[in-house]
């Protein structure tokens, strides 16, 4: 049977022996790889997308396990800004081993959206998405006569 494995740059080159080669690698396993458990920090992100309705803009962002206090959104000159800030403490004790891990982590992903009515911007977090619904504002006349003087 034929089996498929992610191929990355390094490959052929951790076969070289060379310890520089070895070291380098060892960091980007560290950074890339599953440290803890956890997802590398090339992966260790929300998925998004953003969909124009024509009269606004629809964002749907994917927080699986993400609560809702600990989503900050912002729109900022132009720019809606989706920010996740996750604490998570694991304490286990069984005999006289004890184990304790800390993981925090934190995403931030920004679009830039013009035209957009933020008074009337609403966010709503169901099932693990968090949809937010962005109001265009109304456009401006495109035909705008100007007198001379």
């Known amino acids: ?75 900022q000159d132009g720019h809606l800004i989706i920010q996740v800030a996750q604490n998570q403490e694991t304490k286990e004790e069984k005999g006289d081993y004890i184990h304790r891990e800390r993981r925090s982590t934190a995403m931030q992903r920004s679009i830039f959206l013009q035209a957009v009515n933020v008074e009337k911007i609403d966010a709503k977090l169901e099932d693990g998405v968090l949809k937010i619904v962005l109001p265009k504002k109304e456009p401006a006349s495109k035909k705008l006569p100007i007198t001379i003087k």
């Not at 260790?44 to 024509?54: C, E, H, P, S």
């Open 1 to 75: 049977m034929l089996t498929l494995s992610p191929f990355t740059r390094n490959e052929l080159q951790k076969k070289d022996g060379h310890e520089f080669v070895d070291f380098y690698n060892m960091l980007e396993d560290f950074f890339n790889g599953n440290i803890m458990g956890g997802k590398g920090l090339k992966v260790d992100t929300f998925k998004l997308d953003v969909k124009d309705r024509g009269d606004s803009y629809l964002v749907e962002a994917e927080m699986p396990g993400v609560k809702k206090e600990e989503i900050e959104v912002d729109y």
